[in-house]
Structures are given as structure tokens and as C-alpha cells.
């Protein structure tokens, strides 16, 4: 039976980037806000210190911050005909856990998707006409444009203090920054970080042909940095322990580096951590949210009730906390309604490795955003007639893991050990490099996440499934910008090039990226969203999902982390300027 | 005399449950948590005998990594760097009795995108593999153990175990002992493995290190320092 | 009969009153009170773990046993509601409880003693707005013979001179403020002063710097090696106000003063006290050491250890970054006396406060599980004597001994 706790004015779901970022802007403007996350408080001197915090087999290898597939995992499969099975170690993804969650150990890339971006099926549709699209990709325009979300993107950097140079301010180019961005209102909070040997000599290639390359934006910041709450961060010292770690001097932005500090001294605010919220109740009517119901490591269950519900989890998560509520239509990939799991997608990577044979790369000098990037062949930056696929990727050289058990190059056809390989580690490690793709990966009607019929978690109730593989354009504009990258690293005078395009079917046990998107889309049309453009559920007014990229419709070609940052601003901005002053739905 | 000071910072420790992960479940909005000597350091592995491995298992994998990582001009191979004193304390601990991992049934086979679906855990599989590894052996040399082979033989089992050549029930065991070897010649020594740093000598990595702000911008130059572990380098010591 | 109780009644409630105060309470007396209040920052030891403000409670370990901080609500019973104005002013001034009983120095009214009976009254003023709380308490915990009060009678006379504080006529009024605010309310030279053996103020060497358990209160006169010669009035005024100027940030037991205390004082008070500092001994600068040199094999070994443990957060240089990473380099606080605190912060390390200026409130994390003793006395050596630093080495058995005390081992 659950203990009924005190009413709160707010539950918010999860302690990440979202859920941080929202707790603060209500809990500081009075509201009685509780934090609920299912994993442990997480501290930047208690949890990783550079004294212990730069140890690759204990978080790089053996995962020490991440979710534990024992607490919650997934099945998969890559097809609808296949039986998915459990995720029993996590190895292609890695979802995080605790409070800061993946905003903890991410790389730090800090993207803005294009003004295209927004409004990509009719873009594309314009542009090539509805036949260029294949018939079961499901892609849709988002119901907010890029213009409206800037202020937001705006907010979200300057939390964040990111390094960059900026290449379009309110539509004036600039020199050094990215020609092709959206117009931005104004430059980086901070400059870019300086750039190591192998992503200068890819700059210069990169010029060579032709390109427009310019440093990666980064949330590791070039130089100390206090933000508009008050919180102050260090600089990056390029240590090279960067994803799947915590950084240990403040210059990694994370919501332990720029909210926490802030929102732990507001005396309404409460963070209850290792409690997992297993359910959100709803009223008789199904219409209403009442609370939550989450228990402790103990078992116990407890009742939270509160007036507002913020869904902050991961992304699969707010996808599971949906369907196990009964909020929203459950997808059903064979009639194409419900849309709870619609639209799963992913992202889509490759590398072109090269060995520059004689020259002093130094990859463990690294940092999670340095390095230099072309987006050229990103989006619709560039004329796709003819070529049989839509959609792009930037390319890069970006030098975040040079540390050895994940990241040791070797000749190709070097056996995989012994005296030859040996030989082969000692001379090409401090030479070796791996330039990379990161392309968009487009929704379809047969990836999507939904419940197992099968497998349970810990606590007797269905995991989530996914369904998931790569289709053909996706193959095809992998195919096309590996080969781009190749192009450059030709013009590095590289010593050895290998290029790997993206190939199915999709290895769930080989890591790409932990980009996983869609599942509750934002739109305009709740036939084919979950959630309104305030992020507010259509069916439950009083359920937000204001973050986190199961709002993607579909994946574009950078790393989430900006969007879900400036839409958690757009939904905090949406409840505080609207729905608080007018309960009910906003759209 | 006056000690209030000192006894009103740990008052407000009161407010905080000490447990071995550090704080309470409720965290109150006044002020960041702060204990003394928080944290979870790593425990470092000691020597002795070893805890997961039979002497004659201990012999075979000891032979084993010492082909995958030879000793030769280079530097120490895979024995004497420790890697099989690492994978025996891996194995002995919640790596090894996959702790973390989803065990729950059923097992099915599955497609390589589905990755590992078996029912066992790192421990048993080696415990289950080199059983049956040292049978093949002793079944192809007249009753020898694979340390009392010589290299070029052994390095014939290995690969012929690496092609699946050997009809071993885990086909993915060459893949694990070969993942377990690596990690053990370039982890930190604490583990057990890269001892002395051999690993990290060998390639030019500097350890754990965390501060290269002075050169980030010397291009195409060697990093002068010499590796440090997590329990440091013979350059704290006063001689 | 109803009538003649009621009037019973009445004059029970009244003469309660009557008896308490003979100066009207007045809405700017009790403001004022409530800020001086916070200058002697009474709640921090008269509110015990989960009681309310001001109730007592608060166990102090001294050398000499436990004394407890007694309830100071207006309580008419357990707290100081029926305490007259005199009573009041004389547990101040004279260091006497209700009844003449003699207070314990834990109580600092060696340095309250020259609070005047205006301000007193004030605070008196302010408590009894205060939410009465019933509490009783037991103060004297102290074992035979120190529980006999009268022990102290000796103490006072050796460690006690009563007396308001009387200006210096040819100082100015802020330097005055500040003399009456330091030497008084703030009382600093309780932690700040060295003690002799009775636990006394050594008054010939006023807030040169004292240790007490285990956390030495640095030298707060206007030395320029190991105090706060070097530093601007403005550099002061901010670190009381907010816990973090360009050199340093507050922690330890200067957190909770910051937070309860000096970050409410406002601006002019804040800069008497930094005048009133950089003018104790401000001529009497003795000479620098010379650093030991460079190639001594402690600070061999202890720039090694400083590059592979701290520059990543201090830098090579020392500087550290302001607002988040405190400078080592050409710091006075690296310097003191007494290296106690930086043992102490380099073996289980340190949160700053946060206020609402500085809010970041980074910490240090604790190095005594991978440093050994030898290891954190090379550092801090190397620490002492480099980028213009110069003060004595660290010695192992130091760092030994605070290990074996420090919390949590």
C-alpha cells in the first residue's frame, strides 16, 4: 500500500539537463518542486575527482556511471519479424543514471539542428518533390521553427558558457564560424578551445577543396566562466577523459557545473534520488494527473501527489512512463495509428580511420568537443538531385578518446595480436586518428519503440522494445559523405586511409552514439504527436514533457543536447508564462 | 579552548545520513552536500594468491596472455605485466558474477545485432571454456597442459581458437580472454595489470594525467612526462 | 469572583512585563538589535542540531569537558523571558548568568564585554521578538572540578578585563567602528587570537592567528607574509560578504560565519573591519624567509606530486582561477604559521560556502587516500615555498597525526 506524501506543486521526473533546468526556473519563482530520480546524488569532488576520476577500464569500460541494465534495459530486434531480446550489457547506447543523468559524461557538442531542419519534410518536398521521400519514412516538420527556438538555443549556451565561434549573427557571416548555421543573436559566451595538430592539418585539407570548416562548438569551456545563475566553471585542461566520464574540474558543462549550485539553495526544492517514479495516477476521468507513485531502494512505495507533472527521464523512459501510465495511443506499426513509440529513430556515424605515419598526433591531449568540422555535407547545405538519398551529416576531426583499451589503431590486416601486433601499437598509437561522419537518421513506419511481450524488469513490468534498423537513404548518404571525409583525409597526405561507411543491418552491440530519439514527438497534429508544440501531453494537460529528444520527430545530423536544452527552456517558458497563469491545455 | 566553529560545520553534517554511497535519499534545498573524505576511491588490487583462478587455470592463462602480448625488445608481455593476476581479480569480483548485467530468462539465441545471450556470467564462462580448452589440448599433445607447450604451439591453439577452428560451446570466449588481456595491459596498475606501466610505456600514453593545457598547442612534439597511475609514480618519492 | 481571577489574571500577565523591561521596545531598537545580532552571530552556537533559532542546545567540546549553549527565546521558564535589562546586560559585559552565576568562557564575553549597553539592550530587545521556545537545558556538562563555577573566578582574573570599548581619539570613527566591532561583537580574536594554557587570549600577539580542533584561523593583521597584509580593503569587504575574493574562497568554519554573520553586515561595517585589520601591526613587518630552494629532494618530489594532483584545478602557476580555484601563488594563507588547515584540506579536502554572490561553492576533494604522509608533506612544502611563497616544510609526523584525528577515519 503507498504512503501518501505531502502535495507538491510540482513532480518533476528525473534529475538531468531537464529536469535541473526545470525544477529551477519554477522552484525559483516560488513553486513547491520535488525532484524524483531513480539513481544516486552525484557530486563533482565526491564522484569524480581528477584524482580517481581519469580511470578508463572503471568508467570508460566497465560503465561505472551508467545505467545498470540489472536496475532497467531494453530488448531489441531490427526487424517487426524477428523476437526482440534483452540488452543484457549495455554496449551500442548508453543510457545514463543519477542526478545530472547522461548530462554528467556527455562530450559536450553543442549543436543547433539548421532552420531546415525544422521544416524538413516540407523543405524537402519543396525543394525535390513528394516523390524523393520513400513511402514509409515518416518524417514530419516540428512544430516550432528555428527562429522560435533561438532565444532558447541562446539560453542554453550561455547556462552552458559553450566555446565557439559563431558564423552567421542575425544573418551577417562571420569568418572562422559555420557559414551554413541558422542566424544566430549573438557569439559564443566563450571562444573556441585551441585545436590540436591532426584537426588543424584536416582544417587545412578541409580549405583545400574548398570547404568551410571551423571549431566544433564545446561545452568544455576555453577559459573560466560564471553564468547567469551565478554558478562559475573552470577551464578545460584537456585531459582526454571526457564521454562516459564526470569532469573533474568544473569545466565540463553539466547541470552539476551550472544549475545545481543554484537550485540546491532554494529552500522549496527538494531532490529525493534513488527512488524510481514507477507510474504517473491519473484522475477518474484519465484527463488528470494526480501524481506519482515511485519506491525507494527499499521497496517502499510511496505516493507523491502534486499539481504538475514533468516527465525528464531518458528518452526511452519517458517513452516506457507513458505507455505503463496509459497516457496517449501506444504506436501500432501495422495500421500506422497511436503514436506513444512513433517515429524511434537513431543516428547515423562513420569513420574514415588514417595513420599519419612520422607525425606526433598526441590523441590523449583531448578534450569531448575540440576539433574542427565541415558542414557542407550536412542537412540540405547541399544539392541532393540525382544522388538517391536526402538528409546529411557534419564531418570532423574531433579528438575526445585517445585512451588505449577503446582506442588503440593499428595498419589494417595487422593481426589482432601477438609480436606483429605489439610492434604495430608501439608505432602507430601516437599517429594513428579516426575522422567521423554524424549523419541524420530519418524516421519510419517499422522503427519504433513499444512494450515487450516477453521480458520484465526487476519490479515484474514490461521492458521496453525497440525496433530499429537502417534503411536505404540512410546507407546511401552515409555512403556519400564517408566518401567526402575520404576526399579530405586524401588531402591530409595521410600515410593509410580506411574508410568505413555506415552498413547494416544495425549492431546494437557496437557503440555509435547514445542518440536515441523520438518516441513522444512534439507536434501539431495529435495523430501524429504526443505532445503538443508546448510540449504538454494532448491528453493529460497537466503532463509536460518538456525535454529530452523523445520530442525529436525525427533525427537531423548533430548531437542532441543543444535542442533538448532549448526546448526545455521553450516548455519551462510555456508553463510559467502560460499554463501557470491559465491551467488547461495550451494548444 | 573555543571550538564552536569547528562543531557548527559539522552540525549541519547532521542534516545528511552518512552511507557508503556518500548522501541521504532526500536532499533538502540548503546547500550543496558536503562530507569530509567523501567519495569512493578505487580499492587497489594486492598481491597474493589468487582468488578466482586453480593453479593449473592460473598456469594456462598466464601462458595464454603471454603469447597474446609476447614479451620481447619492446617491453614485458601480458605475464609479467600482470594482465592474468588482473583478469583473475576481475573475475572474483561483480565483473566476473556479471552483477550489473539483465540475467533474466528466457535465453534465447539471438542475431550478432542482438550481441551476448547466454546464461552465463564472465566467471563461468572461463571457468566452462578453459575446461574444455585444456581437454582439447591435453587430447592433441598426448596429455600436455598448455603451458607446457612450446610458443609456436601455443600460438596455433590461440589462433585456431580465434578462427573458430576449436569446437568450444562459447564461441565468443577467444574474443573475451582477448578483450580481458587488452584491458589488463593498458588499465590503470591498480588493477592488477600494466604493471610498472609496461602498457603504457610500450605506446606513449601518459597515464592518468589530467592537465595538458601546456601542451595542447606544441604540435607534432612528444609529451615529455612519464606516465602516472591513479596511486602515482616513483617521482613522489624522495629517494 | 469571575472577576476578582480575571484581575488575577491580569496582573500575573502584566507583572510578568512589567518586571522584564524598563526601556520601551521600539521598532528601530529591535532592527538594530537583529543586525547586531547577526554581527555577533549569537544563533550559531544557540541552536542546537534540529531546534529552532536561538533555542540552545548546542554541545561545545572544550579541553576542559562539554558545556551546552543555554535557550535565549524569550521563554519566560526555560529561556530569558524573565530576565531584566541588567541581567541581561551583565551576562555581556561580566560574564554573569541569572542570580550572579558565573558564566563559562565559552561565552565570549572577554570580548562582548565591550559591546555598550545600548547595543546590549538592542540584542536583548531583538531576542525577545524572538519566537519563545520551550527548551530546557543543562549547560554545565563539564566534569568535576571544572562544573564549579567558582573555579572561574581565577580565570577571569589572569584572561578577563571587563569594560565597554572606548574609542581612540586619534583614529578616526571608522577605524573606531571597526575596533569596536572586531574587538566586540564579531569577537575574531576568539578563533583568531592564539590561546595560552587556560584557553586565554596571548593579547600580545592579537589575531596573529589560532588553532582549534584541528582548523587554524589565519593571521588576520595586516603582516604581509602570513596575514591579510596584501591584501585591499575592498579584497576584505568582499570575502566577508560573499566568501570569495581573488585570492581565496572561504571554507571550514568560516562558511557558517559568512552565511549567518558577515554576509548580512552591510557595506560601511564590513569596510571599518578591513580598516580597523590592515591596521594591526601594520609597521612591525618582519623579514621574509628565504623558500627552501628548488632542488631540495622535498621540493623535487613535491612538484611532482603538485603537477600530477593539483595543477589541473590550481594551475602550474599557482593561480588558480577566481571565484572557483583559490591561488596558492603568493598566498599569505599557504604561508601561515601554523599549516594546519592545509593539511587538513589536502587530506580530506573542503567545500567553499555559498552565498548569494558566490553561489558556486566548489569543493576540494580529499587526497589522503592516495597521498602518503610523506607524499602530502613534500606537496604542501613544494606548495609553501614556490611562485613567492617561503614559509617552514610540512612534516610528515604532521600530517600523521591530523590523519589519525580527521573525520571519517
Known amino acids: ?587 | 579552548m573555543i571550538t564552536r566553529r569547528y562543531l557548527l560545520s559539522s552540525a549541519a553534517a547532521f542534516l545528511f545520513l552518512s552511507t557508503t554511497h556518500g548522501f541521504a535519499r532526500i536532499i533538502p534545498g540548503n546547500g550543496l552536500p558536503w562530507q569530509p573524505n567523501a567519495g569512493s576511491p578505487p580499492a587497489p588490487v594486492r598481491p597474493g594468491p589468487w582468488k578466482f583462478f586453480t593453479a593449473d587455470e592460473a598456469s594456462m592463462v598466464e601462458a595464454m596472455v603471454d603469447r597474446l602480448i609476447p614479451a620481447d625488445n619492446l617491453g614485458p608481455g601480458g605475464k609479467e605485466a600482470g594482465c592474468a593476476v588482473f583478469i583473475d581479480r576481475q573475475l572474483a569480483g561483480p565483473y566476473g558474477s556479471a552483477d550489473d548485467a539483465y540475467m533474466r530468462p528466457p535465453f534465447m539465441p539471438g542475431t550478432p545485432s542482438q550481441g551476448y545471450q547466454g546464461p552465463d556470467a564472465p566467471a563461468a564462462r572461463y571457468r566452462e571454456s578453459l575446461k574444455a580448452l585444456d581437454a582439447h589440448v591435453k587430447n592433441g599433445s598426448s596429455g600436455k597442459f598448455f603451458h607446457q607447450l612450446s610458443p609456436a604451439e601455443q600460438d596455433k591453439i590461440l589462433a585456431d581458437l580465434e578462427a573458430g577452428k576449436i569446437e568450444l560451446k562459447d564461441k565468443g570466449f577467444f574474443a573475451l580472454l582477448l578483450k580481458n588481456t587488452m584491458e589488463g595491459f593498458f588499465a590503470d596498475p591498480i588493477y592488477g595489470g600494466n604493471r610498472d606501466m609496461a602498457g603504457w610505456k610500450l605506446i606513449g600514453f601518459p597515464g592518468a594525467r589530467y592537465d595538458y593545457r601546456d601542451w595542447i598547442d606544441k604540435h607534432n612534439q612528444k609529451y615529455p612526462l612519464p606516465p602516472v597511475g591513479i596511486m602515482g609514480r616513483t617521482a613522489w618519492n624522495m629517494e | 469572583m469571575f472577576r476578582t481571577l480575571l484581575a488575577a489574571a491580569v496582573f500575573t500577565s502584566l507583572a510578568g512585563s512589567a518586571f522584564a523591561q524598563d526601556v520601551t521596545q521600539s521598532f528601530s531598537q529591535i532592527e538594530r538589535g537583529g543586525y547586531l545580532a547577526k554581527a555577533g552571530d549569537c544563533v550559531a552556537c544557540h541552536t542546537g542540531p534540529g531546534q529552532q533559532p536561538y533555542a540552545g542546545g548546542l554541545a561545545l567540546e572544550t579541553p576542559f569537558g562539554k558545556i551546552v549553549s543555554p535557550n535565549i527565546t524569550p521563554d519566560s521558564e526555560t529561556g530569558i523571558g524573565a530576565w531584566t535589562d541588567d541581567e541581561f546586560v551583565a551576562a555581556m559585559h561580566d560574564g554573569r548568568g541569572r542570580n550572579g552565576k558565573r558564566l563559562y568562557p565559552a561565552m565570549p564575553y572577554p570580548a562582548y564585554t565591550k559591546v555598550s549597553r545600548a547595543d546590549a539592550l538592542a540584542i536583548f530587545a531583538y531576542l525577545k521578538t524572538i519566537q519563545p521556545v520551550r527548551h530546557a537545558v543543562e549547560s554545565n556538562q563539564l566534569p568535576f572540578p571544572f562544573n564549579i563555577r567558582q573555579s572561574l573566578v581565577f580565570w577571569n582574573a589572569l584572561n578577563f578585563t571587563p569594560g565597554e570599548f572606548k574609542p581612540d581619539p586619534k583614529k578616526s570613527a571608522e577605524w573606531n567602528r571597526g575596533a569596536y566591532l572586531v574587538e566586540g561583537l564579531a569577537h575574531c580574536g576568539t578563533c583568531h587570537t592564539p590561546k595560552n594554557i587556560l584557553g586565554g587570549d596571548k593579547t600580545s600577539e592579537a589575531y596573529t592567528g589560532g588553532t582549534l580542533q584541528d582548523w587554524f584561523a589565519p593571521d588576520i593583521t595586516a603582516n604581509k607574509h602570513t596575514g591579510i597584509g596584501d591584501w585591499g580593503v575592498e579584497d576584505i569587504v568582499k570575502y566577508l560578504k560573499t566568501g570569495a575574493n581573488d585570492y581565496t574562497l572561504a571554507s571550514g568554519p568560516m562558511s557558517e560565519e559568512i552565511v549567518h554573520s558577515s554576509s548580512g553586515m552591510n557595506d560601511g561595517d564590513l569596510k571599518a573591519i578591513a580598516v580597523y585589520l590592515k591596521g594591526i601591526n601594520a609597521d612591525k613587518q618582519p623579514p621574509k624567509p628565504a623558500p627552501l630552494p628548488a632542488s631540495d629532494k622535498h621540493m623535487v618530489a613535491g612538484a611532482a606530486i603538485y603537477k600530477d594532483n593539483c595543477a589541473a584545478c590550481h594551475l602550474d602557476s599557482g593561480e588558480g582561477a577566481p571565484k572557483i580555484f583559490p591561488s596558492l601563488a603568493a598566498s599569505t594563507l599557504v604561508q601561515s604559521r601554523e599549516p594546519t588547515t592545509l593539511i587538513r584540506l589536502v587530506l580530506e579536502g573542503s567545500r567553499a560556502v555559498s552565498t548569494k554572490d558566490a553561489v558556486t561553492a566548489p569543493a576540494m576533494p580529499a587526497f589522503g587516500w592516495r597521498l602518503t604522509d610523506e607524499q602530502a608533506a613534500s606537496v604542501l612544502t613544494y606548495i609553501r615555498n614556490t611562485w613567492g611563497n617561503a614559509a617552514a616544510p610540512v612534516d610528515a609526523g604532521a600530517v600523521a597525526k591530523m590523519r589519525k584525528r580527521s573525520a571519517g577515519n
Open chain 1, 1 to 587: 500500500m503507498a504512503r501518501k506524501l505531502p502535495r507538491k506543486d510540482v513532480v518533476v521526473i528525473g534529475l538531468g539537463w531537464t529536469g535541473s533546468i526545470l525544477s529551477y526556473e519554477l522552484a525559483s519563482r516560488g513553486l513547491d518542486v520535488i525532484a524524483i530520480e531513480r539513481g544516486p546524488w552525484r557530486d563533482t569532488a565526491t564522484d569524480f575527482p581528477p584524482s580517481y576520476a581519469p580511470d578508463e577500464l572503471r568508467y570508460a569500460v566497465r560503465l561505472d556511471l551508467f545505467l545498470r541494465n540489472a536496475q532497467e534495459t531494453l530488448t531489441f530486434r531490427n526487424k517487426m519479424s524477428e523476437t526482440a531480446l534483452p540488452i543484457r550489457n549495455f554496449s551500442g547506447f548508453l543510457p545514463g543514471n543519477g542526478v545530472g543523468g547522461a548530462g554528467v559524461h556527455w562530450n559536450g557538442q553543442t549543436y543547433r539542428f539548421l532552420p531546415t531542419d525544422f521544416r524538413v519534410r516540407s523543405h524537402l518536398e519543396e525543394r525535390y518533390g513528394k516523390s524523393m521521400l520513400p513511402d514509409d519514412m515518416t518524417i514530419q516538420d516540428w512544430p516550432v521553427s528555428y527562429d522560435e527556438l533561438e532565444p532558447y538555443y541562446d539560453r542554453f549556451e550561455k547556462l552552458c558558457g559553450t566555446s565557439g565561434k559563431a558564423g552567421n549573427i542575425r544573418g551577417k557571416i562571420q569568418q572562422g564560424g559555420n557559414p551554413f548555421e541558422g542566424p544566430r543573436s549573438s557569439e559564443y559566451p566563450t571562444p573556441p578551445l585551441k585545436q590540436p595538430y591532426a584537426s588543424t592539418l584536416f582544417a587545412e585539407a578541409a580549405r583545400k577543396l574548398g570547404r568551410h570548416p571551423f571549431p566544433q562548438p564545446a561545452s568544455n569551456l576555453s577559459q573560466s566562466y560564471t553564468n547567469p545563475l551565478g554558478v562559475t566553471l573552470g577551464q578545460c585542461s584537456y585531459c582526454g577523459f571526457c564521454e562516459r566520464f564526470g569532469c573533474g574540474n568544473y569545466s565540463k558543462s553539466t547541470p552539476q557545473t551550472c544549475v545545481l549550485p543554484a537550485l540546491m539553495r532554494i529552500p522549496n526544492f527538494t531532490a529525493r534520488t534513488e527512488s524510481e517514479v514507477m507510474k504517473i495516477n491519473l484522475d477518474s476521468t484519465g484527463k488528470k494527473a494526480t501524481g506519482v507513485t515511485f519506491v525507494d531502494s527499499s521497496g517502499e512505495e510511496y505516493e507523491q501527489p502534486a499539481d504538475l507533472v514533468l516527465v525528464c527521464a531518458y528518452s526511452f523512459f519517458n517513452v516506457r512512463l507513458l505507455l505503463l501510465s496509459g497516457i496517449g495511443k501506444p504506436y501500432d506499426p501495422q495500421t500506422g495509428q497511436g503514436v506513444v513509440g512513433r517515429n524511434y529513430a537513431y543516428q547515423t556515424t562513420s569513420a574514415v580511420n588514417i595513420i599519419m605515419k612520422d607525425k606526433i598526433l598526441n590523441p590523449f591531449i583531448a578534450s569531448g568537443a575540440i576539433g574542427m568540422i565541415v558542414d557542407d555535407f550536412n542537412g540540405d547545405n547541399f544539392d541532393h538531385s540525382g544522388l538517391g538519398f536526402v538528409g546529411g551529416g557534419y564531418i570532423s576531426a574531433s579528438q575526445s578518446n585517445g585512451r588505449p583499451i577503446e582506442t588503440l589503431p593499428v595498419p589494417e590486416g595487422t593481426p589482432k595480436w601477438g609480436a606483429k601486433w605489439k610492434k604495430a601499437a608501439a608505432e602507430t598509437y601516437l599517429s594513428g586518428y579516426k575522422l567521423g561522419t554524424h549523419g541524420s537518421s530519418y524516421s519510419y513506419r517499422d522503427c519504433f519503440l513499444d512494450l515487450d511481450p516477453t521480458y520484465k524488469d526487476r519490479l515484474g513490468r514490461p521492458l521496453m522494445r525497440m525496433t530499429f534498423d537502417f534503411h536505404d537513404n540512410e546507407l546511401k548518404m552515409s555512403a556519400y559523405i564517408t566518401g567526402q571525409l575520404a576526399e579530405i583525409a586524401k588531402a591530409m597526405d595521410a600515410s593509410e586511409i580506411v574508410a568505413s561507411p555506415r552498413k547494416g543491418p544495425y549492431n546494437s552491440t557496437i557503440y555509435q552514439t547514445t542518440h536515441n530519439t523520438g518516441g513522444t514527438v512534439m507536434g501539431n497534429d495529435p495523430a501524429t504527436s504526443v505532445v503538443n508544440r508546448y510540449c504538454q501531453s494532448w491528453d493529460v494537460s497537466n503532463v509536460f514533457i518538456p525535454g529530452g529528444a523523445s520530442l525529436f520527430p525525427q533525427n537531423h545530423g548533430y548531437n542532441p543536447t543543444n535542442t533538448v536544452g532549448a526546448l526545455s527552456y521553450w516548455a519551462a517558458a510555456a508553463i510559467t508564462d502560460k499554463y501557470l497563469k491559465n491551467p488547461g491545455p495550451l494548444a
